[in-house]
């Protein structure tokens, strides 16, 4: 009997989609044989056709953002400017590959020169997540094939509807069936294409703990590209700021957008002891009016429910573990629905907490740090093993300089959110939060390698030193 993998609507716990798990090997062997004949196309053929995909995307905006709130139990508002990401990667992508990977030539004498070309790796592996089924892979996909790569996507096995529609997009777009693959499946699969001999390299985004068993997986084999786009424990300071109201709703849409399941999230808000109450009573006013509900719930709810029962309660322990060591909760974390992952948004109070956990709890969960002096914030927005976002909401350049200066992070934010990176700068961080491989804008960089060359149009050579007299 084939293995089937099904997909459910979180929300609903309907069954929405299935199809059998695939083979790694096969996938991967048909992208062998597609890469060639795309790799030679031009540039320019390569970009028209997923300008086409663009196109396509647009003709259904609508059906791809009820296929992703289905799958992921987000509200439609918000899969709907999944969508307008999807589309603005094309050119965003195109604009980045002629940027970074530009083809030059420095001229020498008797014609001869140097030049500068790059070359695509091959068959690249791309394991998507759930959390942006659609753009974050589309992210590693475009450019990767802009450069000249194929592709064997395999998407989160949470998500495989959402991964099937967008690489049906690309095939009606035109771009070859045997240069993009799909690869349903679980955490099985992912294993044997990430550690496939006929792939050329892989590009993930997810969990730390699946980035760091990739490092590890990858660290025998130089010979091939990873790129890890991973998750972030990301501090908000709020300090001296002279808008407490737009504070807190910048602190919530950076805590709660997304159901808390984005890498960039603020989880850690931190602000100055005996300065800080009118700002907390300020977010757990919006807290309490925040709506959750269905994608298609009317009024809009702010923020659906979590991927799954297991996510829902995984965020819920950790809630708990926190009072357990003594947080005070000021709004408390909860399950709606015991058969269902929806969630209230929490905002706990840890500044007694000893030893807090340096982790990704990945949900709407909001933990505040009280601080005595701005050196003590920076101090402990970098108390973390991680480096994805931060950001600084204050009315102060100096203060602002002070924190660009010393924050370690790979996103560094001032008066805005610290999610809603855009997609036309590079989107990385350092620390457990990548390997200095940074993708939006710059996943140009790890889609193609430089190639030089020293040119001459005719055969020229003589050794002046160091050879015996032809006559002697």
Request: aromatic share 8%; charged share 20%; hydrophobic share 40%.
């Amino acid at each position: 009997m084939t293995d089937m993998l099904i997909s459910n609507n979180p929300a609903t716990g309907e069954a929405i989609w299935e199809a059998p798990v695939g083979d790694a090997d096969a996938e991967v062997s048909a992208a062998r044989g597609g890469w060639a004949e795309w790799a030679a196309r031009s540039s320019t053929y390569r970009i028209e056709a997923l300008r086409r995909f663009a196109n396509i995307v647009r003709g259904k905006k609508d059906e791809f953002a009820a296929l992703i709130s289905s799958e992921t139990g987000k509200p439609l508002w918000e899969t709907a400017t999944e969508i307008d990401a999807v589309m603005n990667k094309v050119d965003i992508s195109a604009d980045a590959y002629f940027e970074r990977t530009p083809s030059r030539n420095k001229q020498g004498a008797l014609n001869e020169q140097n030049a500068l070309r790059h070359k695509p790796h091959g068959v690249l592996a791309v394991l998507g997540p759930f959390n942006f089924p659609a753009h974050l892979p589309n992210g590693h996909i475009v450019p990767a094939l802009i450069a000249g790569n194929a592709i064997v996507f395999k998407p989160s096995e949470k998500t495989p509807a959402t991964g099937a529609f967008l690489v049906k997009c690309y095939h009606e777009a035109g771009v070859p069936e045997n240069v993009v693959r799909l690869l349903v499946g679980g955490p099985e699969q992912g294993k044997e294409l990430a550690g496939h001999d006929g792939i050329d390299g892989l590009l993930f985004t997810g969990s730390v703990r699946g980035g760091v068993a990739l490092h590890k997986q990858f660290g025998p084999r130089p010979d091939k590209i990873l790129a890890l786009e991973l998750g972030g424990n990301n501090p908000l300071i709020v300090w001296d700021s002279p808008d407490v109201y737009a504070s807190a709703t910048i602190a919530v849409q950076s805590a709660y957008m997304t159901a808390g399941q984005r890498c960039t999230a603020a989880r850690r808000l931190i602000v100055e002891d005996g300065k800080h109450e009118e700002l907390i009573d300020a977010i757990r006013k919006i807290v309490e009016r925040i709506i959750v509900g269905p994608p298609d719930a009317t009024p809009a709810p702010f923020m659906g429910c979590v991927i799954d029962n297991q996510s829902a309660e995984a965020v819920t322990d950790g809630f708990l573990d926190l009072i357990m060591k003594g947080g005070n909760p000021i709004s408390h974390l909860r399950r709606i629905e015991d058969d269902k992952p929806f969630l209230t948004p929490g905002l706990i109070d840890v500044t007694g907490v000893e030893n807090r956990p340096d982790e990704e709890i990945f949900g709407p969960l909001l933990q505040i740090i009280r601080v005595p002096d701005f050196s003590s914030a920076i101090a402990e927005a970098n108390n973390t093993r991680f480096g994805l976002s931060a950001s600084l909401l204050s009315g102060s350049p100096e203060l602002y300089n002070r924190f660009w200066g010393n924050i370690r992070a790979g996103i560094v934010n001032w008066n805005k959110p610290t999610n809603g990176a855009s997609s036309a700068a590079p989107f990385g961080g350092i620390g457990l939060s990548g390997n200095h491989r940074p993708s939006a804008y710059y996943a140009a960089d790890y889609c193609a390698y430089p190639v030089a060359s020293a040119e001459a149009p005719a055969v020229r050579a003589s050794i002046g030193v160091g050879l015996k007299d032809p006559q002697s």
